[in-house]
């Protein structure tokens, strides 16, 4: 059964940078569509960022130009590279397929912002 593993939150200054990691189990990684989706408290949980299959990508309107998407899957792995963050990026982050199966949320990593 395919698991998905989220690291690489903490805790970091407005302005700073952080990447997230998303690790599947599973050999048919590649043919997924992946997303960074995240939660803040009172909020929705909402897609950050995508990738699919063939490497195309989406980021939100709040993180265009700050976060960047990336896989790779020689490792079952996608990655969330985010800068400039702003106390409003401060969430937990999960990693899910796109559009997300309800099964597969995991524990997410939490970002925190310090302004």
């Known amino acids: 059964q395919v698991q998905l593993v989220e690291s690489g939150g903490g805790l970091v200054q407005a302005g700073g940078s952080l990447r997230l990691s998303c690790a599947a189990s599973?050999?048919?990684?590649?043919?997924?569509?992946m997303g960074w989706y995240r939660q803040a408290p009172g909020k929705q949980r909402e897609l950050v960022a995508s990738i699919a299959s063939s490497g195309n990508t989406y980021h939100a309107d709040s993180v265009k130009g700050r976060f960047v998407i990336a896989r790779d899957n020689a490792k079952n792995t996608v990655y969330l590279q985010m800068n400039s963050l702003k106390p409003e990026d401060a969430a937990v982050y999960y990693c899910?397929?796109?559009?997300?199966?309800?099964?597969?949320w995991g524990q997410g990593t939490r970002v925190t912002v310090s302004s």
């Open positions: 599973g050999s048919t990684f590649r043919l997924n569509a």
């Open positions: 899910n397929y796109v559009p997300p199966a309800p099964l597969k």
